[in-house]
Each structure stands twice: as C-alpha cells, then as structure tokens.
C-alpha cells in the first residue's frame, strides 16, 4: 500500500513539473547533457577504435589507458587499480572457408580464449556430436573425430526467428515449427549430457576432450533467437580451435555432413597466448568538498565479450558513466560528497573486479551514499527502484521530483523494490548492504540482438536515450551529493509467502533474504565453467 502511495505522489510531482526544475544546477546539466553532448564521440572511439574488451585482452588493456587519459584531459583524477590477474589472450582473424563439395566463405568466429591455427591454414572433414548412451560410449567413438572439425551444436531448424514464423506462418505451420525446435532442442540437451560433458558457455569440458582426441577442431553454434545473431562467449580449448558459426552456415556446414556430402573447411585462426596479464578497474575521483568520507558513486561494467564491439553490453554504460563525469566535472566540480566512477573489468565472468573494489575499499562501501549502475543496453531508463531499502526510498523520491518532465516521465519508480543479488555490479555493493541501485533501461530488443551476441555494434546505439541517461546520471549523482540526509540503510524484511517478491540470483542467501557478498575472482585459474 505504501508503495503504491509513494508512486502516485512522486507520479503526481513529476507531471507538475515545467520544463526543468528550479535548481540552477541542474537546469545547467540538462542543457550540458543535451546541447553539448560528447556522448556520440566518445561511444565512436570506444566502440570501433578501441573495441571489444574482453577481461585479459590489450583491448580492455588499451581502454583502461584510454578512460585515464580522457579523464586527466578533463582534469579529473583517474588511475587504474589492478585487482588480479586474468589469462591474457590476443584475438587475431578468424577465416572459416567450406571447400567442398562448393566453395563458400562462412560467417564465424572463434570463441575466447580460444587457440588458434599457428599461422597455418588446417583443413579437414567435418563430423557430427554423436548420441552415445554414455562417456565411455563417446570415449570409443573418439578415434573416428581425430583430424576432423567437430560439430556440437544443435543446427536450428530455422534461422527465421519465432515472431516471424509468428506473423506470416498459418498458425498450425508455426506450432509445427515450435514443436520441431522445443524437441529438436530437447534432444540435443540429452545428446550432450550423455557424453559426461558440458558445452560450458561455449565448447566446455566438452571441447577439451575433444581437443586430447586430436580433433582438428570444435564448430559451435549459439543461435540467439533473431536474424543473424549469435551469442559468442568462450572456449577452453588451448591447442586447437573452437569456432562460433553463424545460424545459416552451422546449419548448411552439418546437412552438408549428415547427409555424407563430402563438405571440408579449411580454418585459419589467429590466436596468441599471453601468459598471465594484470586485470584493473579504472577509477576516477573528484574529492568532496564538505563530506569527503562519504561517497556517490557511478558504476558501469567496462569489459564485454568480444564477437561484436561491446558497445550496449557495457559500451553505453561506460559512455552514460564517462559522460556524466564530463558534466558534473565542468558544472560541479567541488561536491559536497566525494564522487567516485567505477569502470569495472571481469563483470562477465562474475562482477569480479566489482567484487573486488567492494572487498578492497571498505571504507567506501561503508560511506556510501548512493551507487548508480546501468547495465542493460542503450535504451532510455525506465525502471528505478530502491533496491530494498525502505527509507532511502524517500531521498530517491525527492531527487526525482527534481529531474526534469522530459526524463521523469519515461521513469516507474519502486519502492522499496528488492535487492539485486548478481545481476551486475551493484550487487557487489548491496550485498553489504550499501545504497547502490540499477538504472533499468528500456530493451531494444536487448536480450536477443546485442547482448553478448556478434551484432552488438556502434550502430545499435540509440543517441537520444545515451544522451537521455548521461544527463539523468549526472543529475541523480548532483543531487545525491547535495542531499543534506545521508541514505539511512534499513532494510526490507522479506516475509515468506508467494506473494512477495524474492531476492533472487547467485549469491542469495536463501528464498526471501538478502544476498550474501561473495569472494571475487582474482586469477583465471579459478574460473571453470
Ligand atoms: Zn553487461
């Protein structure tokens, strides 16, 4: 009921709202934010200049360097914090060519932390996964792959996603379809399984044993449910490659095989090695004026998977971040509360280098103000909650009945809302029961076409919504700074029952609770999938 009450008022108070609020700061903001926006430019040079920046990689290596840099150029305090040390690995071209029975170039890559071909052209046949009843099964069959590709994916059915079979298809035609791809899928789940193997996020254990058979090596797919997407992740196989092919050419490279058409491909990888690799966060600072000790802080995940550019997954996060820094810096440069940016690595194999900072820096989780972190692709904020905590629900209130129409409108508010308990990094500060909230963006189709997949490029960015959350971030953050309450921490009680909502994700406690902090990892050694 509470909370039902609050959202009217707050509802109620952003409509009443002119154009922008009386607070001269915040008027200065909106007209930085949208009149002199460097969003476009700085998403342009991180997202084709610099690129993918997968943990471990000199991409993410060359990026740390770049925030710095671009920071020091505002004359903000900036630096990389080394939290652990990750495989580093280079990715070079990937050249993926069926020779016969015709000659076609095909659309893949290879997944990361992949081998390569050592400079080398490999060429052999193709085989299939096949069903076996056991390990000992698949161990027997193992001979028969040696010098040869091996495909362990299913093929879909059809590339053409569902809503499209959806539109056009006569509706049994579609149910047919549907009922082919759930059984199909099924199938191929219990084929894997049997082996005593896993695919992992990618070839998996799978791969590996596949590779101590001599296989040439591992073709997979991960068809990501929309037109030419494909999710790309990684791969443990360290002397052979594991190849990600797109849905069309999966599918033509494994009916050319199960229907004994002779197909070969020829592969030429590149791929080096690095050793062991220090892995940072990049930080930068602007000291409060009158609560040093006390801290607001903007958070975005730096690192992506890199089959694409990782520009929504987490490129316009970090720009919303880079952004707002760039506006609080020239229109607010002595807060109140020391504002602190958290560019992290190692998100996406576990919040780690989040993780760690939290580990790292008690004293700043302990003097939290407010944590802001957006991770969900370009789109304009849409959801703010207040992440369980009853009372800081009111200070986020007031600050939203200070952030223009224009923005406010598109915004549900909720509260108290619940905890995230692993979803992205501001878990890593609310597991110690620190203010940090997530920022939730509208989808673009998120989920299916850039998130993690080969198709998350500069071009999907949506300039009027990075612009839109840039500003929000850096008005959010002013006001946080300024508000003359610090964020009381008390938490909601989650009462059991099925009408409540539950913390959910890894890292919770249990049904209805809050989650519990988990150790980061500092060292690729300690990643297994
Ligand atoms: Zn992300």
């Known amino acids: 009921m509470r909370a039902l009450f609050l959202l009217a008022t707050v509802a109620s108070t952003a409509a009443a709202q002119s154009y922008t609020t009386a607070d001269p700061v915040v008027r200065q903001i909106w007209a930085e934010g949208m009149n002199n926006s460097q ?28 925030l710095v ?32 029975p015709r000659v076609r ?123 030419g997407v494909d999710k790309v992740f990684d791969s443990r196989t360290d002397k052979v490659p594991s190849i990600d092919l797109s849905c069309e050419d999966y599918g033509l490279v494994y009916r050319l095989t199960e229907n004994n058409q002779g197909p070969t491909l020829r592969v030429r990888a590149d791929a080096q090695f690095l050793g062991d690799v220090p892995v940072f ?33 987490n490129g316009t996060g970090t720009i919303t971040m880079l952004e707002a820094l760039r506006i609080l810096k020239k229109l607010y440069p002595n807060p109140k509360r020391t504002i602190v940016v958290g560019h992290w690595s190692g998100e996406e194999q576990g919040l780690n280098g989040s993780r760690a900072f939290a580990a790292d820096h008690p004293e700043i989780v302990k003097g939290l103000q407010a944590l802001f972190n957006q991770d969900n692709g370009t789109g304009r904020i849409i959801n703010f909650a207040g992440s369980g905590f009853t009372t800081a629900s009111g200070n986020l209130a007031r600050w939203m009945a200070n952030i223009p129409t224009e923005i406010a409108r598109n915004i549900t508010l909720s509260f108290p809302g ?43 960015i949506v300039l009027d919504d990075l612009k839109n959350n840039a500003t929000l971030t850096a008005m959010l953050v002013y006001l946080a700074s300024e508000d003359p309450e610090t964020l009381a921490r008390d938490r909601r009680v989650f009462e059991q029952g099925p009408d409540v909502r539950r913390a959910t994700g890894p890292g919770v406690g249990g049904p209805g609770s809050w989650p519990a902090c988990t150790e980061p990892l500092r060292d690729y050694s300690q990643y297994r999938r």
């Open 281 to 313: 966060n990049t930080i930068a600072t602007i000291k409060g004026s009158t609560k040093p000790d006390e801290y607001v802080m903007l958070s975005a995940h730096f690192d992506s998977w890199d089959a694409g550019s990782g520009t929504t997954d």
């Open 39 to 66: 969003a476009y430019k700085l998403a342009q040079v991180l997202s084709d200049s610099i690129g993918p920046r997968l943990t471990g990689s000199p991409g993410i290596k060359n990026g740390n360097d770049w």
């Open 105 to 227: 170039t095909l659309e893949g890559t290879m997944l990361a932390w992949s081998a390569g071909t050592l400079g080398k052209d490999v060429t052999g046949a193709t085989v299939i996964l096949p069903e076996v009843a056991d390990s000992t099964a698949l161990v027997a069959w193992l001979p028969q792959a040696k010098g040869k590709f091996v495909l362990v994916s299913m093929p879909q059915p059809t590339c053409r996603p569902d809503d499209n079979w959806r539109q056009f298809g006569d509706s049994a035609s579609f149910a047919r379809m549907r009922a082919m791809r759930d059984s199909a899928t099924a199938k191929w789940t219990a084929r894997v399984a049997a082996t005593g193997y896993s695919l992992g996020l990618g070839t998996g254990t799978l791969g590996k044993r596949l590779q101590a058979a001599g296989v040439a090596g591992v073709i997979a797919h991960r068809w990501s449910n929309g037109w």
């Open 418 to 460: 619940a905890p995230a308990g692993g979803g992205s990094d501001n878990a890593s500060f609310v597991c110690y029961g620190a203010p940090a909230f997530g920022l939730g963006a509208t989808s673009w189709d998120y989920g299916t076409y850039t998130w993690h997949t080969n198709r998350d490029t500069f071009d999907k």
């Open 69 to 100: 840099a671009t920071y020091k150029r505002w004359g903000v305090d900036a630096r990389n914090e080394q939290y652990g040390k990750w495989k580093g690995w280079r990715r070079g071209a990937t050249h993926i060519d069926l020779m016969t």
